[in-house]
């Protein structure tokens, strides 16, 4: 008999499926998943792991862009490669749009806006009268944008 | 001890933007290639080579058909701005 204390990597893609609830959870409407939306920010924006919900401040605005900004389509669903649970999420695009953003919010649609995660640019990111294009990273146990190891 | 460490981690993203245009059928190949196949650094040189050597004949494939793609939509939009009575603006659809 072998015994090895762990996590379980079940309860790890659970818990991106939103299925274990330690505190009080929220009542859904239905079983469908959630909408997640990327919108994008200025070098003014303060957006760091404090974030907790979507916010107009400092958004970005120009050509192309709406406010809240693009809604995510999850490329991957909630899965897991050896002990990783991880998702991931297809690349979106701004089309014939004149920004700068220098950071992105994924944030929770559904669920009042509650922030998922920051993405920081690394620095100012134009487009003019082009395309805007973030690309998510490879989706696996390694790399994906949203993993639980 | 035993240690018990779990970490919810975050992928880095990329940003691509272009200026007065969209992206070309061969910008678009090389990043669905990257969704497509991943060749570690670190994979036997063999099969790494042989690995990069597929990874090129499909982007070859995905170059042609993207363009295939733009060429049969830009018939589409031809046809679209004929029948809106714009037969004037579709030479500037031709390349």
């Known amino acids: 008999m072998a015994i090895s204390q762990a996590m379980a990597t079940s309860f790890k893609v659970d818990l991106l499926n939103g299925i274990h609830a330690f505190g009080t959870t929220v009542t859904r409407g239905s079983t469908n998943a959630d909408t997640f939306k990327i919108a994008l920010y200025t070098s003014s924006a303060t957006l760091d792991a404090t974030t907790t919900a979507y916010t107009v401040t400092n958004e970005v605005s120009g050509t192309g862009y709406s406010a809240g900004g693009n809604t995510l389509t999850v490329a991957q669903t909630p899965t897991s490669t050896s002990t990783t649970a991880w998702l991931d999420f297809a690349d979106t695009t701004w089309s014939s749009a004149t920004i700068t953003a220098n950071c992105a919010l994924i944030y929770n649609d559904t669920q009042s806006d509650k922030a998922v995660a920051v993405l920081a640019f690394g620095g100012d990111k134009t487009s003019t009268n082009g395309d805007f294009t973030v690309v998510f990273p490879t989706a696996d146990s390694s790399n994906a944008i949203i993993r639980i190891a | ?95």
């Open chain 2, 1 to 95: 001890m035993i240690d018990n460490q779990g970490n919810v981690l975050e992928g880095d993203v990329a940003v691509l933007t272009t200026e007065g245009r969209g992206f070309t059928p061969e910008e678009i190949a090389d990043r669905a290639l990257a969704k497509i196949m991943y060749v570690s650094k670190e994979a036997n040189p063999l099969i790494r080579d042989q690995a990069e050597a597929f990874k090129e004949s499909i982007r070859h494939t995905l170059v042609f058909y993207l363009k295939q793609a733009v060429q049969s939509d830009r018939t589409t939009l031809a046809n679209r701005l004929r029948e809106a009575g714009h037969s004037d603006l579709i030479k500037i659809l031709e390349n």
